[in-house]
């Protein structure tokens, strides 16, 4: 087993995690990528998506996030997000309800209708249902 580090996911309202982890698994803009101990310094941009984490004992969490940047050091890993939470923390209502909210604004189309940011929000509330869906919670 390779040896454990430090990580931090950190939102703007919030210090989400912070522990040592033996990998983590990040959705990349350009792609998954995985990081072990000992990894080349690097900062990657963060699509939305999840993030695996696994811990010396193997036990995995997992996160839904959006966007956002990770930096490697020979210290451990920071991840800055505009949001995190854990697969069991996410609200299925309040993220089922947040996605219809999207696609009717979607849907109705009008010169009021701010279309990328009601994508953008379409998009973070169906990551945060697979996620959680994935990972035993079901609406």
């Known amino acids: 087993m390779p040896p454990p580090y430090e990580l ?8 989400v995690l912070e522990t040592r982890v033996v990998s983590l698994v990040a959705p990349g803009r350009e792609g998954t990528f995985g990081v072990l101990a000992r990894h080349a310094p690097l900062v990657a941009e963060l699509a939305p998506g999840e993030i695996v984490v696994r811990d010396g004992d193997g036990r995995e969490a997992y996160y839904a996030v959006s966007r956002g940047f990770l930096e490697v050091t020979w210290e451990g890993v920071t991840v800055l997000v505009d949001a995190a939470e854990e697969a069991g923390e996410v609200d299925l209502a309040r993220a089922e309800a947040a996605r219809e909210r999207a696609e009717r604004r979607l849907e109705s189309g009008g010169p009021e209708v701010d279309l990328a940011r009601a994508e953008a929000a379409l998009r973070r509330a169906l990551n945060r249902l697979r996620v959680a869906r994935r990972h035993g919670r079901s609406a």
């Open 8 to 15: 931090a996911i950190i939102a703007p309202d919030r210090v």
